[in-house]
């Protein structure tokens, strides 16, 4: 892989926006990562169309090499090629795996700012939220890809696609009555809403490519992972700065990271955010439903969110995500 020099503008003043999605709207869908299954792939498709959409994929989407969605050169013309391309409206990512940092250096910043569209994904997809927003300022969203969520046919979770298109298409939105059991005073905590998945924010954290954001709300996930590792990757932005600069931390359900070594400690997630809770000075907050679950919300990154604390839960509302009409 030959090396890149990044091609970054300096950070707006005030946020860049994305335009609202309209409806019916046309979804370009790119494939910058792991190579999607063609099968669930033509059903996210098969989606969109039967609720009226226009898809737009790139020859480039259905590539294959190695493990990724084509060449680190095919991956990124897909992509400029949906950036470039007027009639899009929102541009999808097909699915997650690795290797969108691979692409970060090559993607032409200037061009990804001015195009006024929504971006949308998840788990690898963290680290075009994270690049966006540090290189362009720019909004994205942290939400279902088109492959791994819509192309679940009739297992589409009702509540992924309200909360999806609602996020798209209006500029305020709420998430009442999420349980989380954490002892914490009633209050009111205003800030940027930033994250994603763990291991990317861990991954990028000290480059170019990690944004530094100060009284933020940062929510967290990850997937398949062991706790002690969980543990781990948060010291990491612990140490780093990140997380005492925050104003609360919203964890994820962690799906499926359990401790499976026989020969050790099983050490636990709530162990875990015992010692996330003892070590970082701001509030830890658990069960938002988000990242790699099939109920899932849409939340955007770099945008202004509240979070209001309750006994037993909270509450999260957001606006200000959206270009105003």
Known sequence: MAAVEPRMIAPARTPRLPRAVPEPCVVGVCAPSGHADPAMLAAGVAYLED????????EETSAQW???????EERVAGFHALVDDPSVNLVMAARGGYGFSRLLSRIDWNRVAASGKAFCGFSDFTAFNLAAYACANLVTFHGPM??????????LDTFT??????????????????????????????????????????HLCGTPYF????????????????????ERHFLQLHHAGV????????????????????????????????????????P??????????????????????????REGGYSLRFSGHLQSA
């Not at 088109?146 to 297992?155: I, S, T, W």
């Not at 359900?253 to 996330?276: A, Q």
Request: hydrophobic share 35%; proline share 7%; aromatic share 10%.
């Open 51 to 58: 609720l009226g959409h226009q898809v737009v994929m790139p």
């Open 66 to 72: 190695r493990y990724f969605a084509g060449t680190d």
């Open 146 to 155: 088109l492959a791994v969520d819509f192309g679940r046919g009739e297992e």
């Open 161 to 202: 696609e309200q909360h999806f298109w609602h996020a798209l298409r209006y500029n305020d939105h709420r998430v009442e009555d999420i349980s989380s059991d954490h002892g914490y005073d009633a209050r009111r905590i205003d800030g940027l809403l930033w994250g994603g998945n763990l291991t990317l924010l861990t």
């Open 211 to 230: 944004p530094s954001i100060e009284g933020g709300i940062l929510y967290v996930e990850d997937f398949n992972e062991q706790p002690y590792a969980i």
């Open 243 to 282: 997380l005492s600069r925050q104003r609360a931390v919203l964890l994820g359900d962690f799906d499926d990271c359990k401790p499976s070594n026989p020969h050790r400690y099983p050490y636990s997630m709530e162990e875990v955010v015992e010692t996330l809770r003892q070590v970082v000075p701001v």
């Open 284 to 309: 830890i907050l658990t069960g938002l439903p988000f990242g790699h679950i099939p109920r899932k919300l849409t939340l955007p990154f770099g945008a202004p969110g509240t979070v209001s604390i």
